[in-house]
């Protein structure tokens, strides 16, 4: 009888648990647990922990509570509290969690370390991650496909990709993240070729590229100006019959923009049914920097009119462009001052240097570097170099002194970036001031520093053709301009007759 009566107020909670939908309720619950003598149940211990952890109103302090104070806990409450954590803001709680686990015995399994990886990634504690994984080869998980995704995750986040790579390459099962998180990895350490490379194995592997992986390829498209691999993922979204949402809409409309498809990432924009602020911010930025500022501010006009988006920092750095464009310095000023006190967005760096070369652009340079006097942080290089590029534009001879005190204060900050010495030699030569021009390049030879070589790329039938100032590939350089000579004559021949 006793018995009975005892699991029907065990079956009674497990009800009410899961009719809980507040921590209110939750503690409530909780409380008659324990009247109950039930509080070292080891399934309600652990419906409290996946309630605390993973639902919407969760208190993961809650959950930590219950488990540290627990001595009968499953894993499953255990990996319930790390994923948690991991999706939490404080991610690095969830390598202490996993710490306390191993010391209290507790057994890990394949459930519990892609969330220590996922949680390690977030805070790029790649040493920490490496001992875990350790630990996974010693229990024989490496070859756990989800576990495997999330190491490539770790490394790629902490710019191991050597690392990614020898885990990708060694897993014997592969799933579409698998390949997205090794593509990802190459491409946020630089390796966008790489990452190409990757894409067309992943295609010959007989996988097909899910939402995920083409955004993930605008993006590399978009770095490295490839606009025909871009406008093939656009059909390919088209012949999936693929929902244009905000995220697979965005990377089209940034892909064109910076691809100088501008056009195109306009079309794009306007057929989006669905848009977010980084919608609207790439296609106001895309066309500030393509020089149509006054079609970016009529943008960002209605942005804030008809729809109910609020800008954001990205898309206050495109309206500054636009502003610093159309040489609307009484706007730009206007604009910066309505971020922080009117939207609360307290500008960052790069926001100041947009601010900097909206003076600089407009030739009021004493004003422009009283702004950087000004600045709140202590500004850097690239602020500088704004200012400076101004300068030899506006101020050739310096008469106002800026020039010289741009010039000191650059050097100092990076005595060792050849590019400095060469922009303040090309202003003393404009300047028709030889022997400083002179001096200036001295001192970048006796430094041992060598000016990068300058260089340029154009997409022609699908394939990049870099240019580096000094090459003598003559034959080559010859074959592409015939080449393009023959796309232009037939682009004006249907041009001139679009019957044919």
Same mark, same amino acid.
């Given at each position: 009888?006793?018995?009975?009566?005892?699991?029907? @107020?065990?079956?009674?909670?497990?009800?009410?648990?899961?009719? #809980?939908?507040?921590?209110?309720?939750?503690?409530?619950?909780?409380?008659?647990?324990?009247?109950?003598?039930?509080?070292?149940?080891?399934?309600?211990?652990?419906?409290?922990?996946?309630?605390?952890? =993973?639902?919407?109103?969760?208190?993961?302090?809650?959950?930590?509570?219950?488990?540290?104070?627990?001595?009968?806990?499953?894993?499953?409450?255990?990996?319930?509290?790390?994923?948690?954590?991991?999706?939490?803001?404080?991610?690095?709680?969830?390598?202490?969690?996993?710490?306390?686990?191993?010391?209290?015995?507790?057994?890990?399994?394949? =459930?519990?370390?892609?969330?220590?990886?996922?949680? #390690?990634?977030?805070?790029?504690?790649?040493?920490?991650?490496?001992?875990?994984?350790?630990?996974?080869?010693?229990?024989?998980?490496?070859?756990?496909? !989800?576990?495997?995704?999330?190491?490539?995750?770790?490394?790629?986040?902490?710019?191991?990709?050597?690392?990614?790579?020898?885990?990708?390459?060694?897993?014997?099962?592969?799933?579409?993240?698998?390949?997205?998180?090794? $593509?990802?990895?190459?491409?946020?350490?630089?390796?966008?070729?790489?990452?190409?490379?990757?894409?067309?194995?992943?295609?010959?592997?007989?996988?097909?590229?899910?939402? /995920?992986?083409?955004?993930?390829?605008?993006?590399?498209?978009?770095?490295?100006?490839?606009?025909?691999?871009?406008?093939?993922?656009?059909?390919?979204?088209?012949?999936?019959?693929?929902?244009?949402?905000?995220?697979?809409?965005?990377? =089209?409309?940034?892909? !064109?923009?910076?691809?100088?498809?501008?056009?195109?990432?306009?079309?794009?924009?306007?057929?989006?049914?669905?848009?977010?602020?980084?919608?609207?911010?790439?296609?106001?930025?895309?066309?500030?920097?393509?020089?149509?500022?006054?079609?970016?501010?009529?943008?960002?006009?209605?942005?804030?009119?008809?729809?109910?988006?609020?800008?954001? !920092?990205? /898309?206050?750095?495109?309206?500054? #462009?636009?502003?610093?464009?159309?040489?609307?310095?009484?706007?730009?000023? @206007?604009?910066?001052?309505?971020?922080?006190?009117?939207?609360?967005?307290?500008?960052?760096?790069?926001?100041?240097?947009?601010?900097?070369?909206?003076?600089?652009? *407009?030739?009021?340079?004493?004003?422009?570097? *009283?702004?950087?006097?000004?600045?709140?942080?202590?500004?850097?290089? $690239?602020?500088? @170099?704004?200012?400076?590029?101004?300068?030899?534009?506006?101020?050739?001879?310096?008469?106002?002194?800026?020039?010289?005190?741009?010039?000191?204060?650059?050097?100092?900050?990076?005595?060792?970036?050849?590019?400095?010495?060469?922009?303040?030699?090309?202003? !003393?030569?404009?300047?028709?001031?030889?022997?400083?021009?002179?001096?200036?390049?001295?001192?970048?030879? *006796?430094?041992?520093?060598?000016?990068? *070589?300058?260089?340029?790329?154009?997409?022609?039938?699908?394939?990049?053709?870099?240019?580096?100032?000094?090459?003598?590939?003559?034959?080559?350089?010859?074959?592409?301009?015939?080449?393009?000579?023959?796309?232009?004559?037939?682009?004006?021949?249907?041009?001139?007759?679009?019957?044919?």
């Amino acid at each position: 009888m006793c018995k009975s009566k005892f699991l029907s @107020r065990k079956g009674q909670c497990i009800v009410l648990l899961k009719l #809980c939908s507040s921590i209110k309720q939750l503690s409530q619950i909780h409380a008659q647990i324990v009247v109950s003598g039930l509080h070292q149940d080891s399934f309600l211990l652990s419906e409290l922990v996946r309630f605390c952890s =993973l639902s919407p109103s969760k208190n993961l302090s809650y959950a930590r509570s219950l488990l540290v104070n627990s001595v009968n806990s499953a894993p499953s409450s255990w990996n319930m509290l790390i994923r948690g954590y991991a999706s939490s803001d404080s991610p690095q709680e969830a390598t202490w969690i996993f710490q306390e686990m191993r010391r209290r015995g507790v057994e890990r399994n394949e =459930l519990t370390y892609p969330f220590v990886f996922k949680a #390690c990634a977030q805070v790029s504690a790649v040493q920490e991650g490496m001992q875990v994984h350790v630990e996974v080869l010693k229990h024989g998980l490496e070859y756990d496909v !989800y576990v495997g995704n999330n190491l490539v995750h770790l490394y790629g986040c902490c710019n191991e990709l050597l690392r990614a790579q020898r885990v990708f390459n060694d897993m014997p099962e592969r799933s579409v993240v698998s390949w997205n998180a090794m $593509i990802t990895a190459c491409v946020e350490n630089g390796g966008l070729e790489e990452a190409l490379r990757y894409f067309v194995k992943m295609r010959d592997c007989g996988f097909h590229p899910d939402e /995920t992986t083409m955004v993930i390829v605008l993006s590399l498209c978009a770095e490295i100006g490839k606009l025909s691999l871009g406008m093939w993922i656009h059909s390919q979204v088209i012949e999936k019959g693929l929902v244009l949402n905000c995220q697979l809409g965005t990377a =089209l409309v940034d892909m !064109y923009a910076k691809c100088g498809a501008i056009n195109y990432a306009r079309l794009v924009f306007d057929r989006m049914e669905e848009k977010n602020v980084w919608s609207w911010s790439a296609m106001i930025l895309g066309l500030a920097q393509h020089g149509f500022a006054t079609e970016a501010l009529d943008l960002f006009s209605r942005m804030m009119k008809d729809s109910c988006v609020r800008p954001n !920092y990205v /898309t206050f750095l495109g309206v500054l #462009c636009a502003c610093s464009h159309a040489g609307l310095v009484n706007d730009g000023y @206007r604009y910066f001052h309505d971020m922080e006190h009117l939207h609360g967005i307290k500008p960052m760096m790069t926001h100041y240097g947009a601010m900097v070369d909206v003076l600089g652009r *407009a030739g009021r340079l004493k004003e422009a570097y *009283a702004f950087i006097k000004k600045m709140p942080f202590k500004p850097d290089p $690239i602020v500088w @170099r704004t200012l400076l590029s101004a300068c030899s534009v506006h101020d050739i001879d310096d008469k106002y002194g800026v020039g010289d005190k741009v010039k000191k204060k650059l050097l100092e900050l990076e005595p060792r970036r050849s590019g400095n010495f060469v922009m303040v030699a090309n202003m !003393y030569a404009g300047a028709g001031m030889w022997d400083k021009a002179k001096n200036a390049r001295r001192d970048m030879k *006796a430094r041992g520093l060598k000016k990068m *070589a300058g260089e340029s790329s154009l997409e022609s039938c699908g394939t990049i053709h870099k240019f580096f100032s000094g090459c003598d590939d003559f034959d080559g350089t010859c074959h592409l301009l015939d080449v393009l000579n023959l796309h232009m004559k037939i682009y004006q021949f249907h041009v001139m007759d679009p019957g044919e």
